[in-house]
Nanobody, 119 residues
Framework: QVQLVESGGGLVQAGGSLRLSCAAS????????MMWFRQAPGKEREFLAR????????NYADSVKGRFTISRDNAKNTVYLQMNSLKPEDTGVYYC????????????WGQGTQVTVSS
Protein backbone atom coordinates (compact mmCIF):
# COMPACT_ATOMS: atom_id res chain seq x y z
CA GLN A 1 0.00 0.00 0.00
CA VAL A 2 0.88 3.66 -0.38
CA GLN A 3 -0.11 6.28 2.16
CA LEU A 4 -0.52 9.86 0.97
CA VAL A 5 -0.73 13.01 3.07
CA GLU A 6 -1.54 16.36 1.47
CA SER A 7 -0.71 19.74 2.97
CA GLY A 8 -0.48 23.38 1.98
CA GLY A 9 -4.12 24.24 1.46
CA GLY A 10 -5.71 27.38 2.82
CA LEU A 11 -7.44 30.64 2.03
CA VAL A 12 -5.99 32.91 -0.65
CA GLN A 13 -7.22 35.90 -2.59
CA ALA A 14 -7.87 35.70 -6.31
CA GLY A 15 -4.65 36.17 -8.23
CA GLY A 16 -2.60 34.67 -5.43
CA SER A 17 -0.54 31.51 -5.23
CA LEU A 18 -0.36 28.36 -3.13
CA ARG A 19 1.87 25.31 -3.21
CA LEU A 20 0.40 21.98 -2.22
CA SER A 21 2.52 19.06 -1.11
CA CYS A 22 1.74 15.36 -1.04
CA ALA A 23 4.07 13.11 0.92
CA ALA A 24 4.02 9.41 0.08
CA SER A 25 5.05 6.48 2.26
CA UNK A 26 4.82 2.72 2.03
CA UNK A 27 5.37 1.06 -1.39
CA UNK A 28 6.89 4.18 -2.87
CA UNK A 29 9.45 2.23 -4.88
CA UNK A 30 6.59 0.80 -6.93
CA UNK A 31 4.91 4.11 -7.73
CA UNK A 32 4.28 4.66 -11.43
CA UNK A 33 2.67 8.10 -11.40
CA MET A 34 1.11 10.68 -9.14
CA MET A 35 -1.77 12.99 -9.90
CA TRP A 36 -3.73 15.84 -8.44
CA PHE A 37 -7.51 16.01 -8.55
CA ARG A 38 -9.94 18.63 -7.33
CA GLN A 39 -13.52 18.41 -6.13
CA ALA A 40 -15.52 21.61 -6.01
CA PRO A 41 -18.71 21.84 -3.96
CA GLY A 42 -21.53 20.04 -5.75
CA LYS A 43 -19.28 18.86 -8.58
CA GLU A 44 -17.53 15.68 -9.54
CA ARG A 45 -13.89 15.14 -8.82
CA GLU A 46 -11.81 16.39 -11.77
CA PHE A 47 -8.30 15.59 -12.94
CA LEU A 48 -5.80 18.46 -12.78
CA ALA A 49 -2.26 17.23 -13.38
CA ARG A 50 -0.16 14.08 -13.64
CA UNK A 51 3.53 13.28 -13.38
CA UNK A 52 5.28 9.98 -13.96
CA UNK A 53 7.48 9.01 -11.07
CA UNK A 54 10.57 7.88 -12.95
CA UNK A 55 10.64 10.08 -16.05
CA UNK A 56 8.89 13.14 -14.70
CA UNK A 57 6.63 13.44 -17.74
CA UNK A 58 3.69 15.75 -17.07
CA ASN A 59 0.28 16.55 -18.45
CA TYR A 60 -2.44 18.94 -17.35
CA ALA A 61 -6.12 19.64 -17.64
CA ASP A 62 -6.90 22.57 -19.91
CA SER A 63 -8.47 24.42 -16.99
CA VAL A 64 -5.12 24.73 -15.18
CA LYS A 65 -2.58 24.58 -17.98
CA GLY A 66 -0.21 27.54 -17.75
CA ARG A 67 -1.23 28.34 -14.17
CA PHE A 68 -0.46 25.12 -12.24
CA THR A 69 2.79 23.17 -12.23
CA ILE A 70 3.23 19.64 -10.93
CA SER A 71 6.67 18.49 -9.82
CA ARG A 72 8.21 15.77 -7.71
CA ASP A 73 11.12 15.17 -5.38
CA ASN A 74 11.92 11.49 -5.57
CA ALA A 75 14.32 11.65 -2.63
CA LYS A 76 11.52 12.99 -0.42
CA ASN A 77 8.78 10.88 -2.01
CA THR A 78 6.82 14.07 -2.40
CA VAL A 79 4.84 15.60 -5.23
CA TYR A 80 3.97 19.28 -5.40
CA LEU A 81 1.35 21.40 -7.10
CA GLN A 82 2.35 25.01 -7.56
CA MET A 83 -0.80 27.02 -8.20
CA ASN A 84 -0.53 30.56 -9.55
CA SER A 85 -3.09 33.12 -10.71
CA LEU A 86 -5.73 31.44 -8.60
CA LYS A 87 -9.39 32.05 -9.38
CA PRO A 88 -12.50 31.63 -7.21
CA GLU A 89 -13.46 28.65 -9.37
CA ASP A 90 -10.30 26.90 -8.20
CA THR A 91 -11.93 26.52 -4.79
CA GLY A 92 -12.34 22.94 -3.68
CA VAL A 93 -10.77 19.98 -1.94
CA TYR A 94 -7.52 18.95 -3.58
CA TYR A 95 -6.51 15.30 -3.56
CA CYS A 96 -3.35 13.59 -4.59
CA UNK A 97 -3.39 10.05 -5.88
CA UNK A 98 -0.73 7.51 -6.74
CA UNK A 99 -0.70 4.66 -9.23
CA UNK A 100 1.43 1.68 -8.32
CA UNK A 101 3.14 -0.63 -10.79
CA UNK A 102 1.71 0.72 -14.04
CA UNK A 103 -0.82 3.19 -15.40
CA UNK A 104 -3.45 0.55 -14.72
CA UNK A 105 -2.18 -0.41 -11.29
CA UNK A 106 -3.78 0.07 -7.92
CA UNK A 107 -4.65 3.66 -7.07
CA UNK A 108 -4.32 5.23 -3.66
CA TRP A 109 -5.81 8.53 -2.46
CA GLY A 110 -4.88 11.07 0.15
CA GLN A 111 -7.40 12.61 2.52
CA GLY A 112 -7.49 15.93 0.68
CA THR A 113 -6.69 19.52 1.55
CA GLN A 114 -9.08 22.47 1.26
CA VAL A 115 -8.25 25.39 -1.00
CA THR A 116 -10.48 28.45 -0.89
CA VAL A 117 -9.97 31.35 -3.28
CA SER A 118 -11.81 34.54 -2.38
CA SER A 119 -12.82 37.12 -4.94
Amino acid sequence: QVQLVESGGGLVQAGGSLRLSCAASGRTSSMYSMMWFRQAPGKEREFLARITWSGGNTNYADSVKGRFTISRDNAKNTVYLQMNSLKPEDTGVYYCTARVGSQFGDRYWGQGTQVTVSS
